[in-house]
């Protein structure tokens, strides 16, 4: 019964706008914190967001976040709820919509993200939006619970005497050689100098007394998510990824300067990485002892080193013998000598030992990043769960392995990780499951896919690595598809690892990338009709500015998807049910798609004919595609075939079935008119009534 309220009350119609829910109880079957009241967690409540992985009933191996009440609860969240891409000119949005009121504008859209039923706001939000007091002011009445980001590190490299360091922390990149391939336009932080934790726990301080002025102690925290990896180089990717790959961080160290006099700004020169790489600091414990690095803890000798690496005894000492590039000690080393080579990415030509190493150093430079974000959370918040910094594995793909362990014994408790791509690994998930098999804890997914041309960016081809649709009605039958298949991922310990999807984003205003990101266009309207036509029309309680052309329906297939997800963790596979109407009309000659879709139950799914077909339809075949099912070709001749349509989930033992009565039309090519010139002769009589 609680299932069939979910679909009845959650699937709202633009009809029923007015009457948004403004609580996550609003929402049928969902307590105060969105969670599924209906699935109450054996560990009980403890007042504040946790996980665990369910032992039985429903969602039996399922990892579930647990809300404050104590029930389980999946992420759907959306990014980047903000008025910053809005459109300005030549209309000014939310000056237009919102008489310029930002506060206004997080109630609606909070309001809206319940409707599509959206259970968090995602990281990178307007304060007036949280559920809690805040720099901007009261909490905003429209409650859900949120992600919070500290984005220490790029605030300390930005506002370096803001967050209590006389200096901002160098980047490594900085001392790279010029012969030594690397992408340069992106920030490695110097992760052992001691101002990064010292401004580290100053940037949780401030989040903690001037942003949130409640402090970080309420229920409505999902959890912290402590920077964002385009301002972690080294640490997103692996080398060798077909999309935006890393370096490792232990080569950068291994041959970047030491000494930064000439090619920084400031008083201190040191690169204290390379010093943790080599032979430590006076009076400074890098974790390898007090006064020693990586290395010469490990090797106690030099011979030692030398013999490992392959070096015929080059190195005389562990720090500096007569300086960078030219000298015979470890911390001289620029990459010059054979065994160490010109690879930043994958070290190909690296000798065998020397590549232990500066793995291991890998590890121990993501753990140090780590550790020092968790330990500056903890000094203001014992409460609450510590995401990764977002998101790991461009595109799907396993980022460096030392990487994610180092990530992981840091004391990050949840992965953020990146949904499949353009170009994605082969099997798709394969990278995300090898995450989790790798190191045994939850992720949660950044997702985003597009229909640039059938958007406001329709001017502009999608280059962003996502996939990209002709239209909205595709995205959201990609949209369907892929939060089943996320649901349904299992690691090799069988679990369902995935926590939910983090959406990219709420507007795609942002118009430098020039991707149909949003739920939203830059006017602020659903790609829904009625809202994103060219027509003025009410949004609730305002009215939409008129978009350029008519655009399709997304919102309709992600409200029904994410409901579908509720519906399959309370069914534990049932609710299996068909979300695609009536097939289009096609015509003789001309390419044919009709997508047959469905949410709930356990994917993957397979669709065929229950009854009817295809037969009289000459050049059309049904196949099942990313559990869609598409029945695809060039028509030959007119005709209408007519069948019921069925479509078969994979829950065990005994597989559900949904079926729906559906036919195709197709229709013979329009005839032609021809038009003759010169003159025409009548012979006879012409009689005209």
């Not at 930005?158 to 901002?168: F, V």
């Not at 015509?587 to 009854?611: E, I, R």
Request: some cysteine; aromatic content about 12%; overall charge negative.
């Amino acid at each position: 019964m609680l299932k069939r309220l979910l679909i009845a009350l959650c699937l709202l119609s633009p009809s029923l706008w007015a009457q948004t829910p403004t609580h996550c109880t609003d929402v049928a079957g969902l307590d105060t914190y969105c969670g599924i009241a209906a699935l109450p967690s054996p560990g009980g409540a403890t007042g504040y967001f946790r996980m665990e992985k369910s032992a039985s009933g429903s969602t039996a191996g399922h990892w579930l976040f647990v809300d404050p009440l104590g029930n389980y609860f999946w992420m759907m969240a959306t990014y980047n709820e903000t008025t910053s891409f809005l459109q300005t000119t030549p209309t000014n949005v939310l000056t237009v919509k919102y008489a310029g009121n930002k506060r206004n504008w997080c109630s609606h859209n909070n309001s809206r993200l319940l409707s599509w039923n959206f259970n968090t706001i995602g990281e990178y939000q307007l304060t007036y939006c949280l559920p809690v007091h805040n720099e901007s002011g009261n909490a905003n009445p429209v409650q859900m619970p949120f992600a919070y980001l500290i984005n220490a590190i790029p605030s300390m490299h930005n506002y370096p005497l803001t967050y209590g360091i006389p200096e901002a922390p160098k980047n490594m990149i900085t001392g790279v050689p010029s012969n030594i391939t690397v992408w340069r336009g992106s920030v490695m932080t110097d992760m052992y100098d001691p101002k990064v934790a010292t401004a580290y726990t100053i940037v949780v301080a401030y989040a903690a007394t001037t942003i949130l002025t409640a402090g970080f102690d309420t229920p409505w925290i999902l959890g912290i998510t402590t920077d964002d990896t385009d301002y972690l180089f080294g640490l997103k990717n692996s080398g060798n990824t077909p999309f935006s790959p890393h370096p490792n961080t232990g080569y950068i160290a291994a041959v970047t300067k030491f000494d930064y006099t000439g090619i920084w700004t400031g008083t201190d020169m040191v690169l204290h990485t390379k010093y943790a790489w080599t032979c430590g600091q006076a009076g400074i414990d890098f974790g390898f002892g007090v006064g020693k690095g990586y290395l010469d803890n490990k090797y106690g000798t030099i011979a030692a080193l030398n013999t490992a690496w392959g070096t015929s005894g080059f190195y005389t000492s562990f720090c500096d013998a007569s300086g960078y590039g030219v000298g015979t000690g470890v911390l001289d080393e620029d990459g010059r000598h054979s065994w160490v080579g010109l690879d930043a990415y994958n070290q190909v030509g690296m000798s065998a030992g020397m590549l232990v190493d500066v793995n291991q150093f890998a590890y121990w430079y993501a753990y140090t990043y780590a550790k020092t974000a968790v330990t500056s959370i903890r000094t203001k918040d014992t409460y609450h769960l510590i995401f990764g910094p977002a998101s790991l594995g461009a595109n799907g793909y396993e980022d460096r392995i030392q990487n994610l362990q180092g990530l992981s014994d840091g004391g990050i408790q949840v992965i953020g990780l990146t949904a499949p791509g353009v170009p994605a690994p082969s099997p798709p998930y394969s990278g995300i499951k090898a995450t989790y098999d790798l190191i045994g804890k939850p992720a949660f997914l950044w997702y985003a896919i597009t229909a640039n041309a059938d958007s406001a960016l329709y001017p502009y081809t999608q280059a962003q690595g996502v996939p990209d649709f002709p239209t909205q009605a595709l995205r959201g039958t990609r949209y369907t598809s892929d939060l089943n298949s996320f649901l349904a991922a299992k690691g090799s310990d069988g679990s369902n690892y995935l926590l939910g999807i983090d959406w990219w984003e709420q507007t795609d205003g942002n118009f430098s990338e020039k991707a149909n990101w949003g739920l939203v266009s830059d006017r602020d309207n659903p790609y829904q009709p009625p809202f994103d036509g060219t027509t003025s029309v009410p949004d609730g309680p305002y009215m939409t500015v008129p978009e350029d052309r008519q655009y399709g329906d997304f919102i309709t297939p992600v409200t029904a998807a994410n409901l579908g997800i509720l519906n399959t963790l309370i069914g534990g596979g049932a609710g299996l049910t068909i979300t695609s109407s009536g097939c289009p009309t096609g015509t003789v000659g001309v390419p044919y798609l009709c997508n047959m879709t469905a949410t709930g139950g356990t994917t993957p799914y397979t669709w065929s004919f229950s009854a009817g077909g295809l037969t009289g339809c000459t050049g059309l075949s049904l196949a099942t595609v990313s559990n869609v099912g598409v029945i695809s070709g060039t028509p030959t001749i007119a005709a209408t075939c007519s069948f019921t349509e069925e479509v078969t989930d994979s829950t065990s033992p005994t597989p559900l079935t949904k079926t729906q009565p559906n036919s195709v039309t197709i229709s013979a090519l329009p005839a032609t008119s021809t038009r003759l010139t010169g003159t025409v002769k009548l012979t006879g009589s012409v009689v005209i009534k």
